[in-house]
């Protein structure tokens, strides 16, 4: 149930889309304390982006959950923060985070919903 999706203007080599992806998905499992076989990831790279009026390495982030904890949003944006640092190199004042806390009924899975 957990999504995590990730946009940056930073360029991957098609192949190189999987550890990042696989290193994500066992972080937001592990911040979350959900399984791993709920989490989604996606990634999209080479994006046209500007952040502060320059086109310099940026990314945009959303997380979104069920049951997405308010209080720890802090600590959630600084470990997604260090996952991107580490993967592109983009430092932390140029990555924005949209954290959104989805009810059950709103999520859907499996042909029903949470």
């Known amino acids: 149930m957990p999504y995590l999706k990730i946009q940056t203007n930073i ?3 098609p192949g190189d889309s999987q550890p990042v992806l696989a ?3 066992k972080l937001v ?3 979350l304390g959900k399984p791993e ?3 989604m990831v996606a990634l999209e790279t080479a994006l046209p982006m500007v952040l502060g009026g320059s086109e310099a390495p940026a990314a945009y982030l959303e997380l979104k ?3 997405l904890p308010h209080d720890r949003t ?3 944006s600084q470990a997604l ?3 991107i640092h580490a993967e592109f190199g983009v430092t932390p004042e140029r990555v924005y ?3 959104a806390d989805a009810p059950r009924t709103m999520w859907g899975w499996n042909g029903g919903t949470f």
Do not use: H, N, P
Request: charged share 40%; with cysteine.
């Open 11 to 13: 360029e991957r080599e």
């Open 23 to 25: 290193r994500a998905s």
């Open 29 to 31: 499992a592990e911040l």
């Open 37 to 39: 076989k709920y989490v």
């Open 65 to 67: 959950s069920i049951g």
């Open 74 to 76: 802090t600590e959630l």
């Open 81 to 83: 923060c260090e996952l």
């Open 97 to 99: 985070i949209e954290f």
